[in-house]
């Protein structure tokens, strides 16, 4: 085999561009560290740079993620920001969450207000995470128009994508005519729900976020 044939094999390694891409996070991941501190602090990369004796470029290079400091490095740095080194890995460190829903999968649930007919699937939740936001999304299905649904008010922000069907959204003072592929974005401490269900059977969405220690 060739040298050129073996440097191929490399470069079409698998395991070796995961390896270089999580080595790249990493550096990405120390450098917003760096740069999150030193602003923070109000010091200019000049200032920082006059501090601990490492050049303009090479903190620049570290912020930006384009290049990977030495132990000695960051430990100058944390020095001169006042920081336990460890700092500067605590966004790479954090778990980071995902659920898959299967489609039908979704966890049927009650919501205040639910009504005979309405139909809460739960298509996923993810609780305490480093954004200290919360996330609950929601495939709301509506069936017999004789149904009287009430308004909801909750904090947070909510968002509905309609799939199937129209309905006549109120939120506050308006009313908004939904059809498939329209959105509508709100604050959801103002009373919203359908007002008039203009198409059966009607799917849509429900996104909601809210802080985590501000659920209502």
Excluded at 24 to 44: D, M, N, P, S, W
Excluded at 83 to 100: I, Y
Excluded at 127 to 137: L, Q
Excluded at 169 to 177: F, I, L, P, Q
Aim: net charge negative.
């Amino acid at each position: 085999m060739s040298s050129l044939d073996m440097a191929s094999m490399l470069t079409q390694d698998p395991h070796r561009t995961r390896e270089n891409e999580r080595e790249k996070v990493l550096e990405v991941a120390i450098g917003r560290e760096v740069r999150a501190f030193r602003r923070q602090q109000e010091t200019t990369v000049a200032d920082l740079s006059a501090q601990t004796g490492i050049s303009i470029g090479m903190l620049s290079k570290i912020e930006n993620g384009n290049t990977s400091p030495s132990l000695t490095t960051l430990q100058t740095l944390a020095n001169a920001l006042s920081v336990p080194l460890t700092s500067f890995f605590r966004r790479f460190e954090e778990s980071r969450q995902a659920v898959h829903t299967k489609s039908g999968e979704g966890l049927e649930t009650d919501r205040e207000g639910t009504r005979a007919n309405h139909q809460y699937n739960l298509l996923g939740h993810i609780g305490a995470n480093a954004s200290g936001v919360i996330v609950e999304p929601y495939l709301i299905t509506l069936s017999d128009k004789s149904d009287i649904f009430p308004t909801f008010q909750h904090g947070g922000i909510e968002t509905i994508y309609m799939l199937e069907g129209e309905v006549d959204y109120r939120h506050g003072d308006e009313v908004y005519s939904l059809a498939p592929g329209d959105t509508l974005f709100f604050d959801a401490d103002a009373p919203h729900g359908p007002e008039k269900l203009v198409k059966l059977p009607a799917r849509y969405l429900s996104i909601i976020s809210y802080p985590q220690t501000a659920k209502s």
